[in-house]
C-alpha cells in the first residue's frame, strides 16, 4: 500500500496554469502505475492521466491531450500533472490514484488501489 497527498490545486481562470503534486510514502513508490482521476459536481469519477512505473510511457483522456502533462520523480515518490490552457470544464476535484504494481499507463479505476483525498481545482470564464 502506498500512501498520497495531494497539492497545488485552487482557482485560476481559463487559459491559465496549474501544477499539481501528489506526495506518496512507502518503499515500493516507484514500482507503481500512477494516475490521476477527476471529478466533477453531479458528474462521476474520471481518468484524465496516467503513467507506467519506469516513467516512459503516458495515456491521457481525449479532453486534456495536449494540454496536461504527466510526469514522475521516483527518487522524490512525487507525480505531478501539469495543466495548461485550462478550462471551465476542467473544474473538478483532482485525486491521484496507485495502480498496480509494474503497471503499464492505461489505469483503469478498477486497477486502482491507493487514492489521494483530492484538490480541486476551479477555471473561472
Known amino acids: 500500500q502506498v500512501q498520497l497527498v495531494e497539492s497545488g490545486g485552487g482557482l485560476v481562470q481559463a487559459g491559465g496554469s496549474l501544477r499539481l503534486s501528489c506526495a506518496a510514502s512507502?518503499?515500493?513508490?516507484?514500482?507503481?502505475?500512477m494516475g490521476w482521476f477527476r471529478q466533477a459536481p453531479g458528474q462521476e469519477r474520471e481518468f484524465v492521466a496516467a503513467i507506467n512505473w519506469r516513467g516512459d510511457s503516458t495515456y491521457y483522456a481525449d479532453s486534456v491531450k495536449g494540454r496536461f502533462t504527466i510526469s514522475r520523480d521516483n527518487a522524490k515518490k512525487m507525480v505531478y500533472l501539469q495543466m495548461n490552457s485550462l478550462k471551465p470544464d476542467d473544474t473538478a476535484v483532482y485525486y491521484c490514484?496507485?495502480?498496480?504494481?509494474?503497471?503499464?499507463?492505461?489505469?483503469?479505476?478498477?486497477?486502482?488501489?491507493?487514492w489521494g483525498q483530492g484538490t480541486q481545482v476551479t477555471v473561472s470564464s
Open positions: 490514484a496507485a495502480g498496480p504494481l509494474f503497471g503499464n499507463s492505461r489505469l483503469t479505476e478498477a486497477d486502482v488501489g491507493s
Open positions: 512507502g518503499r515500493t513508490f516507484s514500482t507503481y502505475a
